[in-house]
């Protein structure tokens, strides 16, 4: 089964960044994020999107992130990244990603990240 590895998390001072990883991993031969995402969810909230990238390469971002967080892929490492930037207090949640994967044992499927604590504070 593909797996999607989350790493990067932590405690942050208000304005400070930090830098979200999500690694495919588990199938034997190929593995290709074709198209990702990140959601987080805060205490006593819904899970909301974050940024959510096509398979075309188009990133659409919450507008609150906007100007502040920027999604990318190595596709050479099967990772996908979250960057950070002026992080505020209201950016703290658990941060997830989610990926459609196409591996050369398991075909095309849609992941779940374990989910990462980021913390920042004021």
């Known amino acids: 089964q593909v797996q999607l590895v989350e790493s990067g998390g932590g405690l942050v001072q208000a304005g400070g960044s930090l830098r979200l990883s999500c690694a495919a991993s588990g199938s034997i031969g190929s593995i290709n994020v074709m198209a990702w995402a990140w959601y987080r969810q805060a205490p006593g909230k819904q899970r909301e999107s974050v940024a959510r990238?096509?398979?075309?390469?188009?990133?659409n971002y919450q507008d609150s992130v906007k100007g502040r967080f920027t999604s990318s892929r190595d596709a050479a490492k099967n990772t996908v990244y979250l960057q950070m930037n002026s992080l505020k207090p209201e950016d703290t949640a658990v941060y997830y990603c989610n990926a459609g994967v196409y591996s050369g044992q398991y075909g095309y499927g849609d992941y779940w990240g374990q989910g990462t604590q980021v913390t920042v504070s004021s």
């Open positions: 990238t096509s398979s075309s390469g188009t990133t």
